[in-house]
């Protein structure tokens, strides 16, 4: 079965420092990678995802993920982080050899960009 | 609007009511899911349809939750006997099928159950 651990519950980092959410996972196959943000009263949104190819996927708002197959790790990061960048993030990992749909979240780690 | 919609946003209940949530996805999407997200937690799988067919449910989904999809359009949850534990936020998302099947979901704003 698959697992997503995301061992930070929450991160702190000042405005224009670069930001690193860590993200580790655990499937018998290959993974299918996601990251999502979630703001106060808002529905889940999609940033970034890895599939295949590369290693480094770039999503929106300037995000980025680094797949590392041997560390079973996808982190999240971005260069310069924005206060309004501030929210929760979810880390979320499908087994691509299943067939099956289900994607399965991590416990979501809260991003504190202080000015 | 074109996002995924869910109604009622908020229902309070009382142990042992029914509910039911409804889900629009976005109207091109052949594939809806519904999750469940309670405090501290990530969104936890229930269930998936592509199209019509609800074609994986949780093992762990208890009797009472049922869902439909009728017309391969809007999603139906119900949950009968509703219990304290059943107080969750229920999430619908939506994605399109593609060659790989990578599509990523689209969430709606979720339905708040409040079960006293």
């Known amino acids: 079965a698959q697992s997503v651990a995301q061992p930070e519950d929450q991160v702190n980092v000042a405005e224009g420092n670069p930001l690193t959410v860590k993200c580790t996972y655990s499937?018998?196959?290959?993974?299918?990678l996601f990251w999502y943000v979630q703001y106060p009263n808002r529905g889940l949104q999609f940033l970034l995802k890895?599939?295949?190819?590369?290693?480094l996927v770039k999503g929106s708002y300037g995000f980025e993920a680094e797949f590392n197959k041997s560390q079973t790790s996808f982190h999240l990061k971005k260069p310069s982080a924005l206060v309004s960048d501030s929210a929760l993030y979810f880390c979320a990992v499908r087994d691509a050899g299943t067939g099956f749909q289900k994607l399965v979240f991590g416990t979501g780690t809260r991003l504190l960009v202080s000015p | 609007d074109t996002g995924v919609s869910q109604n009622p946003r908020h229902k309070i209940t009382k142990r042992g009511q029914n509910v039911t949530f409804r889900c629009d996805p976005i109207?091109?999407?052949?594939?809806l899911y519904w999750y469940r997200q309670t405090l501290g937690q990530g969104p936890e799988f229930l269930t998936y349809f592509q199209n019509e067919a609800q074609l994986e449910k949780s093992r762990l989904l208890s009797d009472r939750f049922s869902a439909e999809r009728p017309k391969g359009s809007f999603s139906t949850l119900e949950i009968q006997r509703t219990e304290q534990g059943d107080s969750a936020m229920y999430l619908c998302a939506s994605s399109i099928s593609s060659g790989m099947n990578t599509g990523e979901l689209f969430f709606g704003e979720g339905s708040r159950l409040t079960v006293l």
């Open positions: 890895y599939i295949t190819g590369d290693n």
């Open positions: 499937v018998s196959g290959n993974p299918y």
């Open positions: 109207s091109e999407h052949n594939r």
